[in-house]
């Protein structure tokens, strides 16, 4: 039973918003009275409630018959009818205007004297977004329309309104005081305030009647304030005059980074101030003028403004009147500009040519626009073709919308061609645009092998039923739509069976739209069958304006009742034909479904602080950057169990431990200066994890991270970009999974001759300063930086990972990859969970732990064992193949030919012909290949490799990827990654280089050596693989060479740090995004002449540290020791 701190079961209708698939608002809503639960809810009531709906706009700009300028705006009413008769207003207005005028006029006098009568509304609590729209609308302007005899009473209560106001400015970080009517002289008051304002950050003085006149309040005072980030003036009548006069103001002002001018009679001289603001102010990211009457000109000006401005984020100018000569300006000004991510032009009519011209400037755009809003443009099938074109090229668009146009089937099937080729775009809107049943099944085909695409929107377009079941076939087993929206669409009960058979398979859709397609009982019945299974992913439903009767809402909370595990959340029921004995019928089970959730958060509910637990009387602030989100909450959880405070905003007087990652998280927070005149202890999380791992609280004073103003610098974050490098073909590296340490070690396949970047590789020096922004990694210098990167999980279900890492190794040596990855995944979320495991219960919502896994999982708690490994162990020729598997240098098709030929233990294999050298070695030095190295003697190694390479090679840098650089307390061998800052000196090193630590007895035996660096061929890579001796031993350790040029390094030392599963996820990711990642670079993927893409090309970008590799990706950051995945 899925559970939810804030699930309601809601049936009201949620009809289509203007914006397409950013807003939903509510029209007419029917509410149950009387039966409000707290914070769970189904709302069936015939009551009906009336909320104002939002209109969609239409936005046709036509010039008129005369030739004039004079525009007229055509709004289009939501198909969404409330389906009651509208009287005539002629009728109803000659009948009771006359009485009803003076009774309107004396109530509404009574009630504003009522208010101004009443008692003060309670304060808002500090932090807390104030909002004095709960109180009366007001206005202190000239000509106050009340009686004398209390208007000077209304007059000192307005002022005194005022002065509440004026202390919120000075009191809340975000102050809402939209809609009270103050105008420019309250204005002028309350702008005072923002005056050397250390407080507020966010300001909305929005539909307050503010003109021209009042924005000159605003000068003198912007001009002082350096917190306010967020201004907005939206609905006030400012027109072009304050424009200039609000652009002059904030020419010099360095901290607003958010201006809100929607509706505010802007015109072109006002876009002009604008776009002169933007040429001079580099602190505007985002600026909102939708709803103005910006034309041609004004675009141009704006145009213009965009070549010069490279810190602007996205420009909203929705329901203007720029057409298709304004849209061809805007053009021009995108070609220059680098920074845009969001262009909002819904509501423009750029028609077809203006789609065109766009289209080209942002195929020419510098930057990586991400979210484009073409709207309700009149663009048709025509249009659409140059839209297509640009999602083929796209590599960062993610957010489409092309609601409300007319692209028709033929447009449709041109997009659908382009989402083929296009690995960025999440959600695309393609409602209203008379599309088919022939589009719609172009647009499914798309989603066949598209993962990207999670949001799709194509209501308003009459596909019917077989456009229903054309889409329902592909998601059945395909696509990762999440959200499908196909309101309106005409598909009747017909198109519902599809819908609902689709959906007993489908288990990504989280968020379902079928209003008003005229499903009625029947439909209704069809869905609510499927409601019966089992979906994990489903959780609201919309089904309003269906003709629904009685007899679908039976059959619906039927199905409720009946799927204990049902995960919905929100069915909309809505403008139907549901009596008193179905809405009856629909309570039941919604209270059915609120039983059910509150017994299933009874059991996941966390238990209650602890007053004297561990961590009482500690005020802790924990600093989040390079912690993962979910330990970051688990170790949050469990400080407030055990008696601790957080601190969530900053950090007070009261604070008296301050908790990091590491020292250079901490530096990147808040800096040198005030970290020196913190009174509390700054402390490693590793000291809360000791701690919970232990029980007891560990001695603080092994984790101090200790400030020296002399000797601490704040990290460096800037490296020049360098030169791509070259094609390089690699070969996958074979690993071996070892239960002790929860990773591989390396295990060669037969052909092998170098490694991989797919590999975990086992063991790296470990590297402190490899921060966000370093390309270049050096070693530890103190005992604080090398506990920073020591990795302790929790690993408290050793019986589980041990029976786990004993499967990896068989899969691995019997070929089955895919199956080995399975459990390698699992393992590591099993060996950080925080508690011994006694239920699969409890893993029910983890990532990589899947229903077979789970069995897996209850057996081996249940018994103590598992009778797959069993059967494994026994089994004489999985055994054999198994045991010959960890031979480095033998992969599974070797070990199965020496079992075919009779081998059965190691010896026999010592008298195999067929063996080569490096097998051979594999074979004599097995014992001690496969004994764990210790953390402190990789240390000591790393450290003398770095001592005779710099006698080699003055400033060499030598870092040890993989497990030992991701924190791991032994090792299954060395993987050692070389480059030189200038670029050039890595050539010839590695020979050098190996030939001195031989010289040294460091070096023993040789597996592979090659070169490319002088050759300049295979990406200029040298490699050498052997094995090595650690000082005053004869114990023989794996050790792996990588020379890389500098241009390349970070891809080389992201691979070799892994793990797989992150190798893996990013491999994926870039394959998205139509590039190859590899070891030796990031690639734009080719085409075939058979057309299948995946080969790479020959040029890698230009990406010179990890961070960046991960920016490109749009993968989170993670430090090194965060990698275990």
Same mark, same amino acid.
């Given at each position: 039973?899925?559970?939810?701190?804030?699930?309601?079961?809601?049936?009201?209708?949620?009809?289509?918003?203007?914006?397409?698939?950013?807003?939903?608002?509510? *029209?007419?809503?029917?509410?149950?009275?009387?039966?409000?639960?707290?914070?769970?809810?189904?709302?069936?009531?015939?009551?009906?409630?009336?909320?104002?709906?939002?209109?969609?706009?239409?936005?046709?700009?036509?010039?008129?018959?005369?030739?004039?300028?004079?525009?007229?705006?055509?709004?289009?009413?939501?198909?969404?009818?409330?389906?009651?008769?509208?009287?005539?207003? &002629?009728?109803?207005? !000659?009948?009771?205007?006359?009485?009803?005028?003076?009774?309107?006029?004396?109530?509404?006098?009574?009630?504003?004297?009522?208010?101004?009568?009443?008692?003060?509304?309670?304060?808002? !609590?500090?932090?807390?977004?104030?909002?004095?729209?709960?109180?009366?609308?007001?206005?202190?302007?000239?000509?106050?329309?009340?009686?004398?005899?209390?208007?000077?009473?209304?007059?000192?209560?307005?002022? &005194?309104?005022?002065? @509440?106001?004026?202390?919120?400015?000075? !009191?809340?970080?975000?102050?809402?005081?939209?809609?009270?009517?103050?105008?420019?002289?309250?204005?002028?008051?309350?702008?005072?305030?923002?005056?050397?304002?250390?407080?507020?950050?966010?300001?909305?003085?929005?539909?307050?009647?503010?003109?021209?006149?009042?924005?000159?309040?605003?000068?003198?005072?912007?001009?002082?304030?350096?917190?306010?980030?967020?201004?907005?003036?939206?609905?006030?009548?400012?027109?072009?005059?304050?424009?200039?006069?609000?652009?002059?103001?904030?020419?010099?002002?360095?901290?607003?980074?958010?201006?809100?001018?929607?509706?505010?009679?802007?015109?072109?001289?006002?876009?002009?101030?604008?776009?002169?603001?933007?040429?001079?102010?580099?602190?505007?990211?985002?600026?909102?003028?939708?709803?103005?009457?910006?034309?041609?000109?004004?675009?141009?000006?704006?145009? *213009?403004?965009?070549?010069?401005?490279?810190?602007?984020?996205?420009?909203?100018?929705?329901?203007?009147?720029?057409?298709?000569?304004?849209?061809?300006?805007?053009? $021009?000004?995108?070609?220059?500009?680098?920074?845009?991510?969001?262009?909002?032009?819904?509501?423009? !009519?750029?028609?077809?040519?203006?789609?065109?011209?766009?289209?080209?400037?942002?195929?020419?755009?510098?930057?990586?626009?991400?979210?484009?809003?073409?709207?309700?443009?009149?663009?048709?099938?025509?249009?659409?073709?140059?839209?297509?074109?640009?999602?083929?090229?796209?590599?960062?668009?993610?957010?489409?919308?092309?609601?409300?146009?007319?692209?028709?089937?033929?447009?449709?099937?041109?997009?659908?061609?382009?989402?083929?080729?296009?690995?960025?775009?999440?959600?695309?809107?393609?409602?209203?645009? %008379?599309?088919?049943?022939?589009?719609?099944?172009?647009?499914?085909?798309?989603?066949?092998?598209?993962?990207?695409?999670?949001?799709?929107?194509?209501?308003?377009?009459?596909?019917?039923?077989?456009?229903?079941?054309?889409?329902?076939?592909?998601?059945?087993?395909?696509?990762?739509?999440?959200?499908?929206?196909?309101?309106?669409?005409?598909?009747?009960?017909?198109?519902?069976?599809?819908?609902?058979?689709?959906?007993?398979?489908? %288990?990504?859709?989280?968020?379902?739209?079928?209003?008003?397609?005229?499903?009625?009982?029947?439909?209704?019945?069809?869905?609510?069958?499927?409601?019966?299974?089992?979906?994990?992913?489903?959780?609201?439903?919309?089904?309003?304006?269906?003709?629904?009767?009685?007899?679908?809402?039976?059959?619906?909370?039927?199905?409720?009742?009946?799927?204990?595990?049902?995960?919905?959340?929100?069915?909309?029921?809505?403008?139907?034909?549901?009596?008193?004995?179905?809405?009856?019928?629909?309570?039941?089970?919604?209270?059915?479904?609120?039983?059910?959730?509150?017994?299933?958060?009874?059991?996941?509910?966390?238990?209650?602080?602890?007053?004297?637990?561990?961590?009482?009387?500690?005020?802790?602030?924990?600093?989040?950057?390079?912690?993962?989100?979910?330990?970051?909450?688990?170790?949050?959880?469990?400080?407030?169990?055990?008696?601790?405070?957080?601190?969530?905003?900053?950090?007070?007087?009261?604070?008296?431990?301050?908790?990091?990652?590491?020292?250079?998280?901490?530096?990147?927070?808040?800096?040198?200066?005030?970290?020196?005149?913190?009174?509390?202890?700054?402390?490693?999380?590793?000291?809360?994890?000791?701690?919970?791992?232990?029980?007891?609280?560990?001695?603080?004073?092994?984790?101090?991270?200790?400030?020296?103003?002399?000797?601490?610098?704040?990290?460096?974050?800037?490296?020049?970009?360098?030169?791509?490098?070259?094609?390089?073909?690699?070969?996958?590296?074979?690993?071996?999974?070892?239960?002790?340490?929860?990773?591989?070690?390396?295990?060669?396949?037969?052909?092998?001759?170098?490694?991989?970047?797919?590999?975990?590789?086992?063991?790296?020096?470990?590297?402190?300063?490899?921060?966000?922004?370093?390309?270049?990694?050096?070693?530890?210098?103190?005992?604080?930086?090398?506990?920073?990167?020591?990795?302790?999980?929790?690993?408290?279900?050793?019986?589980?990972?041990?029976?786990?890492?004993?499967?990896?190794?068989?899969?691995?040596?019997?070929?089955?990859?895919?199956?080995?990855?399975?459990?390698?995944?699992?393992?590591?979320?099993?060996?950080?969970?925080?508690?011994?495991?006694?239920?699969?219960?409890?893993?029910?919502?983890?990532?990589?732990?899947?229903?077979?896994?789970?069995?897996?999982?209850?057996?081996?708690?249940?018994?103590?064992?598992?009778?797959?490994?069993?059967?494994?162990?026994?089994?004489?020729?999985?055994?054999?193949?198994?045991?010959?598997?960890?031979?480095?240098?033998?992969?599974?098709?070797?070990?199965?030919?020496?079992?075919?030929?009779?081998?059965?233990?190691? @010896?026999?294999?010592? %008298?195999?012909?067929?063996?080569?050298?490096?097998?051979?070695?594999?074979?004599?030095?097995?014992?001690?290949?496969?004994?764990?190295?210790?953390?402190?003697?990789?240390?000591?190694?790393? &450290?003398?490799?770095?001592?005779?390479?710099?006698?080699?090679?003055?400033?060499?840098?030598?870092?040890?990827?993989?497990?030992?650089?991701?924190?791991?307390?032994?090792?299954?061998?060395?993987?050692?990654?070389?480059?030189?800052?200038?670029?050039?000196?890595?050539?010839?090193?590695?020979? $050098?280089?190996?030939?001195?630590?031989?010289?040294?007895?460091?070096?023993?035996?040789?597996?592979?050596?090659?070169?490319?660096?002088?050759?300049?061929?295979?990406?200029?890579?040298?490699?050498?693989?052997?094995?090595?001796?650690?000082?005053?031993?004869?114990?023989?350790?794996?050790?792996?060479?990588?020379?890389?040029?500098?241009?390349?390094?970070?891809?080389?030392?992201?691979?070799?740090?892994?793990?797989?599963?992150?190798?893996?996820?990013?491999?994926?990711?870039?394959?998205?995004?139509?590039?190859?990642?590899?070891?030796?670079?990031?690639?734009?993927?080719?085409?075939?002449?058979?057309?299948?893409?995946?080969?790479?090309?020959?040029?890698?970008?230009?990406?010179?540290?990890?961070?960046?590799?991960?920016?490109?990706?749009?993968?989170?950051?993670?430090?090194?020791?965060?990698?275990?995945?």
């Amino acid at each position: 039973m899925a559970s939810s701190s804030t699930s309601s079961l809601n049936l009201h209708s949620l009809p289509k918003a203007s914006s397409g698939l950013s807003q939903w608002r509510s *029209g007419f809503r029917y509410e149950l009275l009387g039966s409000s639960v707290s914070r769970n809810r189904l709302v069936v009531s015939p009551v009906v409630i009336l909320h104002r709906s939002p209109r969609l706009p239409a936005i046709k700009a036509a010039y008129n018959s005369d030739g004039g300028s004079k525009r007229s705006r055509v709004y289009k009413e939501s198909q969404a009818a409330s389906g009651f008769p509208n009287a005539k207003l &002629q009728q109803i207005a !000659s009948s009771v205007l006359p009485l009803g005028s003076f009774a309107v006029v004396t109530f509404v006098l009574w009630k504003v004297v009522e208010k101004f009568m009443s008692p003060k509304s309670p304060k808002t !609590s500090a932090g807390e977004s104030k909002s004095p729209t709960q109180g009366v609308k007001w206005s202190i302007g000239a000509g106050t329309n009340l009686l004398q005899g209390f208007a000077a009473k209304v007059d000192r209560e307005a002022k &005194q309104r005022l002065n @509440e106001f004026a202390k919120e400015l000075r !009191s809340f970080r975000s102050v809402d005081m939209s809609g009270c009517n103050f105008g420019d002289e309250g204005l002028f008051f309350l702008a005072e305030s923002l005056g050397y304002n250390q407080t507020v950050e966010e300001v909305s003085f929005s539909a307050n009647g503010i003109t021209a006149a009042g924005v000159k309040a605003f000068d003198g005072v912007l001009q002082s304030n350096i917190m306010l980030k967020v201004l907005n003036l939206s609905g006030n009548p400012i027109g072009d005059e304050g424009a200039k006069t609000l652009c002059a103001t904030l020419m010099e002002n360095s901290s607003i980074e958010i201006l809100q001018l929607n509706s505010t009679d802007i015109g072109d001289e006002g876009a002009k101030e604008i776009a002169e603001l933007l040429k001079r102010n580099s602190t505007l990211r985002i600026i909102e003028l939708n709803n103005n009457m910006i034309d041609y000109s004004g675009f141009t000006s704006l145009a *213009g403004a965009l070549l010069e401005n490279n810190t602007i984020r996205n420009l909203h100018l929705n329901g203007n009147y720029g057409g298709a000569l304004g849209a061809n300006a805007l053009a $021009k000004g995108l070609e220059g500009n680098k920074s845009l991510r969001e262009l909002h032009l819904h509501g423009n !009519s750029i028609g077809d040519e203006g789609t065109r011209a766009l289209m080209a400037g942002l195929s020419s755009h510098k930057g990586k626009l991400a979210l484009l809003d073409l709207g309700n443009n009149s663009i048709s099938a025509k249009g659409a073709f140059y839209v297509a074109e640009y999602i083929k090229r796209s590599k960062s668009l993610v957010w489409l919308n092309l609601y409300m146009n007319d692209i028709g089937d033929e447009g449709a099937e041109k997009i659908a061609d382009a989402l083929k080729q296009n690995r960025s775009i999440a959600t695309i809107d393609l409602g209203g645009n %008379n599309i088919h049943a022939e589009g719609v099944n172009a647009i499914a085909q798309a989603l066949k092998d598209n993962a990207i695409i999670t949001t799709l929107e194509v209501g308003y377009n009459p596909i019917g039923p077989d456009g229903a079941k054309a889409l329902s076939e592909i998601l059945k087993f395909h696509g990762n739509v999440k959200t499908l929206k196909l309101g309106w669409c005409q598909i009747a009960a017909k198109g519902a069976e599809h819908v609902a058979d689709m959906l007993r398979y489908n %288990n990504t859709i989280s968020v379902l739209d079928l209003r008003a397609n005229g499903l009625r009982d029947e439909g209704a019945s069809c869905l609510a069958r499927s409601l019966k299974v089992v979906n994990e992913a489903l959780t609201s439903v919309d089904l309003g304006f269906n003709e629904i009767r009685d007899d679908g809402a039976f059959a619906i909370a039927q199905a409720l009742k009946a799927n204990e595990d049902v995960t919905v959340t929100s069915i909309n029921l809505g403008n139907n034909f549901i009596t008193k004995f179905g809405q009856s019928a629909l309570t039941d089970a919604r209270d059915h479904v609120l039983e059910m959730t509150e017994k299933e958060r009874g059991r996941n509910r966390s238990p209650s602080p602890d007053p004297e637990g561990m961590f009482a009387g500690m005020v802790v602030f924990m600093v989040e950057i390079g912690v993962q989100r979910r330990r970051f909450q688990i170790w949050k959880q469990k400080l407030v169990q055990m008696g601790a405070v957080i601190e969530e905003d900053r950090v007070t007087k009261k604070v008296t431990h301050v908790l990091a990652m590491n020292l250079e998280a901490l530096l990147d927070k808040f800096g040198k200066e005030r970290l020196l005149h913190f009174k509390g202890r700054l402390m490693l999380y590793q000291w809360l994890e000791d701690s919970l791992t232990s029980g007891e609280k560990a001695n603080e004073d092994l984790y101090v991270l200790n400030i020296d103003s002399e000797e601490v610098d704040e990290p460096n974050k800037s490296l020049p970009a360098l030169s791509a490098g070259e094609d390089q073909p690699s070969t996958p590296k074979r690993t071996k999974y070892s239960p002790d340490a929860g990773e591989f070690k390396g295990l060669e396949s037969q052909s092998n001759t170098q490694g991989s970047p797919d590999s975990p590789t086992s063991c790296s020096v470990p590297s402190t300063s490899a921060s966000p922004g370093e390309g270049i990694a050096e070693a530890p210098t103190s005992p604080q930086s090398e506990s920073t990167s020591v990795y302790k999980p929790p690993d408290l279900n050793r019986n589980i990972t041990e029976i786990f890492g004993k499967l990896i190794n068989i899969y691995r040596a019997l070929g089955e990859d895919r199956r080995s990855f399975s459990y390698y995944k699992a393992i590591p979320v099993i060996e950080k969970f925080p508690t011994r495991i006694e239920s699969v219960d409890q893993l029910k919502h983890l990532p990589g732990i899947g229903k077979a896994m789970r069995d897996h999982i209850q057996e081996i708690v249940t018994t103590g064992k598992l009778s797959k490994l069993e059967h494994f162990e026994t089994d004489e020729k999985v055994r054999t193949i198994s045991l010959f598997g960890e031979v480095w240098g033998i992969g599974p098709a070797t070990a199965l030919k020496l079992y075919e030929k009779g081998h059965r233990t190691l @010896e026999d294999l010592k %008298n195999e012909d067929s063996l080569t050298h490096a097998q051979r070695l594999g074979l004599k030095y097995f014992d001690d290949i496969r004994t764990r190295i210790p953390r402190h003697e990789v240390q000591e190694m790393e &450290q003398l490799l770095q001592r005779v390479g710099e006698e080699t090679l003055p400033g060499v840098n030598i870092v040890c990827g993989g497990s030992y650089r991701r924190g791991k307390a032994t090792c299954g061998d060395l993987d050692i990654v070389i480059t030189h800052p200038d670029g050039q000196s890595h050539k010839g090193f590695l020979t $050098k280089f190996v030939k001195r630590l031989k010289e040294m007895n460091f070096l023993r035996e040789d597996l592979i050596f090659s070169t490319h660096s002088e050759e300049g061929t295979d990406s200029g890579v040298d490699t050498y693989f052997g094995l090595c001796t650690y000082p005053g031993q004869e114990l023989r350790r794996r050790i792996d060479f990588k020379v890389y040029p500098r241009d390349i390094y970070a891809f080389g030392l992201i691979a070799w740090t892994g793990n797989d599963v992150l190798n893996r996820r990013l491999r994926l990711l870039a394959e998205s995004k139509g590039y190859r990642l590899d070891d030796t670079g990031l690639f734009p993927a080719t085409q075939s002449s058979s057309g299948n893409r995946g080969a790479r090309g020959t040029a890698s970008l230009k990406l010179s540290t990890e961070k960046q590799v991960f920016d490109f990706l749009g993968f989170p950051w993670l430090e090194p020791h965060e990698r275990n995945l």
